[in-house]
């Protein structure tokens, strides 16, 4: 039971991680304007390397599970 406990949340992390992505690049497509009325970062969507550092904290944490 531990390894289903396991994979069901690892899949709910990768699910968020999906809904996250999804919507960073909904509002990147807003124009600028309103990404700054919204308070969005100035520095526009993260980068790349920021998904895969963040992809790579989830493994660890579900390894280390």
């Not at 124009?31 to 963040?54: C, F, M, N, Y």
Request: glycine residues 4%; proline residues 5%.
């Amino acid at each position: 039971m531990h390894f289903q406990a396991s994979l069901t949340e690892y899949m709910r992390r990768r699910a968020a991680l999906w809904r996250r992505r999804r919507t960073e690049r909904f509002i990147s497509s807003l124009p600028t304007e309103i990404q700054k009325d919204i308070g969005w970062p100035s520095g526009g969507a993260p980068t790349r390397a920021a998904h895969r550092a963040l992809h790579a904290d989830l493994e660890a944490r579900w390894q280390r599970s």
